[in-house]
């Protein structure tokens, strides 16, 4: 299952979900409580990491 980001549209607050791609759960704000959140595709999401865009050019740089 992929990992999601929220960003709340009223305190741009932003949150973490791992659910299916398909899915119509409603999730609320941890931060203000509101249900208006608006889906975006994280790093992982899209398969960007940092090794991928060059910011470790060894390859042997630690997670963070």
Do not use: W
């Not at 709340?8 to 791992?18: D, R």
């Amino acid at each position: 299952m992929p990992i999601f980001e929220y960003k709340c549209k009223k305190c741009e607050h932003k949150m973490e979900f791992l659910e299916k791609s398909n899915s119509k759960d409603k999730h609320a704000c941890e931060k203000c409580g509101s249900s208006d959140m608006r889906r975006m595709f994280s790093g992982f999401s899209v398969g960007q990491s940092n090794q991928a865009n060059g910011s470790c050019p060894t390859g042997t740089c630690p997670l963070s």
